[in-house]
């Protein structure tokens, strides 16, 4: 069973950084680390690996600056290898651009037979990636999974909904992106985290992909950030005070936001 990952690395939300007035995007020349919501994809991978008793994980990642803390800790985890794209021409590539890239990136892996993401970035929100993956490679998209479990050339996908959860099957090789929290990321072990460092990252750029430059980064992006403005401060709550009615003003509180 071999499963591609795709993992982004983001500004630590501990220390996120600053945005770019000009560009009107987040700045990302500083460290970053494994997106917290990928980790759930990289462990259900290593996790489908070990069911089938063989196969591999491979990581793909579009990142600036040629990082790879990130890529690093989820090979530490357990996956065996990583494709990490990063080129100066990507700057400014909104969601379309980077699902053209990632897709030929998991082109490169020979034999994947499932390919597995997030349901959506912490730093971008756009929950948009993942199908246009499965749309750019012909693949059938299944997302918010809460499990997966595969049956010879069929995956069976438990997909988390607002009422429950609906039984899926598909063929494989398919998309399928993770809703966070299903499963429990694995810490790093010392010897995971020193094996990690010798294991093989193929960085590769734009044009190795068969991309043209045109195609992403400012130039083949089609969003377009008009604005960006500080978030406003949080509101102080109101406090009760029970003089005997406070059970009345909490129901008239209720009831004013009809909740009740």
Do not use: H
């Amino acid at each position: 069973m071999n499963v591609v990952v795709c993992v982004k690395q983001i500004p630590d939300p501990a220390d996120p950084g600053a945005m770019d007035p000009e560009t009107k995007t987040l700045k990302r020349d500083g460290k970053l680390i494994l997106d917290e919501s990928d980790s759930y994809g990289v462990e259900m991978a290593l996790q489908l690996v070990d069911t089938a008793g063989g196969g591999e994980v491979t990581l793909v990642s579009m990142t600036p600056n040629s990082e790879v803390g990130g890529l690093r800790t989820a090979l530490a985890m357990g996956a065996a290898k990583a494709i990490l794209i990063s080129d100066p021409a990507l700057a400014g590539s909104d969601a379309l651009s980077t699902a053209k890239v990632l897709a030929a990136a998991i082109k490169r892996v020979e034999g994947a037979d499932l390919v597995l993401t997030a349901t959506e970035s912490s730093d971008g929100y756009t929950g948009t990636v993942p199908e246009q993956i499965a749309a750019l490679l012909d693949l059938p998209s299944v997302t918010f999974a809460k499990s997966i479990a595969v049956d010879g050339a069929t995956a069976k996908v438990e997909r988390q909904t607002e009422a429950g959860y609906d039984e899926v099957e598909c063929p494989l090789p398919a998309v399928v992106s993770v809703t966070a929290g299903v499963v429990e990321p694995r810490y790093p072990s010392f010897k995971g985290i020193m094996a990690a460092k010798s294991k093989p990252v193929d960085e590769v750029t734009v044009a190795d992909l068969g991309l043209d430059a045109s195609q992403v980064g400012w130039a083949g992006a089609r969003q377009e950030i008009t604005s960006i403005e500080a978030a406003p401060s949080r509101a102080a709550g109101e406090v009760v005070e029970d003089d005997g009615t406070g059970f009345e003003k909490i129901v008239a509180f209720l009831d004013n936001l009809k909740v009740i």
